[in-house]
């Protein structure tokens, strides 16, 4: 079972690059989030949506977009890369009201 | 907004004493709680949740927790910790809406737990 996967595992990008982060999860799940995670700083929500076609803000939403034109895929945005966004990033998806299944990261450095 | 509050950003613990990892939480509304375990370079799994029903709940790996709603906490627990538990534990709260999760789902900072032998 596949489940939530990320892509790519790893990135390097220049100030002011842009790049898409993958996510896509196979469970039909109408969740998805989409969390940034700093040392000692816990996991920040960015963006999450509740199904296809709707998406709300999280807590660190500045810097990001995002879409959700299906139910499996959920990317995530950057337009103007700034070393604020290196971090180690992760999709999580879930069903209505239960918890929450993570891919494994993706860990971007900005230089 | 709700947020969660982790008391202990790192508990070293010797192998088969028990162990406690605090978590409050603030909210306006009724929500549902979790913890997640995130070993070294990997996603996070969840442990438990609390949804509804019994506030004593058990987990995966002998941990169990319990919803204490005049305190709003959701301590986690485990009476004897072996290495392999090792890890980074998360505290999580989502809002209740319409009988459902309004999807917010919110984290703690984490609390990384070290046993020793």
């Known amino acids: 079972n596949a489940g939530v996967t990320q892509t790519p595992k790893f990135r390097i990008l220049k100030i002011g690059q842009s790049m898409t982060l993958q996510c896509t999860q196979d469970?039909?799940?109408?969740?998805m989030y989409w969390y940034r995670q700093d040392p000692g700083m816990g996991l920040k929500l960015i963006y999450y949506?509740?199904?296809?076609?709707?998406?709300d803000k999280g807590e660190v939403p500045n810097g990001y977009n995002v879409s959700r034109s299906t139910t499996e895929d959920f990317p995530l945005r950057l337009e103007l890369a700034a070393p604020s966004q290196t971090s180690v990033y992760f999709c999580?998806?879930?069903?209505?009201?239960?918890?929450?299944?993570f891919g494994q990261g993706t860990r971007l450095t900005v230089v | 907004a709700q947020s969660v509050t982790q008391l202990d950003s790192q508990v070293p613990v010797f192998e088969e004493a028990p162990v406690e990892l605090r978590c409050n939480y603030s909210?306006?509304?009724?929500?549902?709680l979790f913890w997640y375990v995130q070993y070294p370079n990997q996603g996070l799994q969840l442990l438990l949740k609390?949804?509804?029903?019994?506030?004593l709940v058990k987990g995966i790996n002998g941990f169990e927790a319990e919803f204490n709603k005049s305190q709003t906490s959701f301590h986690l627990r485990k009476p004897s910790v072996h290495i392999s538990d090792t890890a980074e534990y998360f505290c999580?709260?989502?809002?209740?809406?319409?009988?459902?999760?309004?999807?917010?789902?919110?984290f703690g900072k984490g609390t990384k737990l070290s046993v020793k032998p």
């Open positions: 999580a998806s879930s069903p209505m009201n239960t918890e929450a299944f």
């Open positions: 469970m039909n799940h109408n969740y």
């Open positions: 949506s509740v199904g296809a076609g709707i998406t």
């Open positions: 909210s306006s509304v009724s929500v549902y």
């Open positions: 609390y949804l509804s029903g019994s506030t």
């Open positions: 999580a709260v989502s809002d209740q809406v319409y009988g459902g999760s309004q999807g917010n789902l919110i």
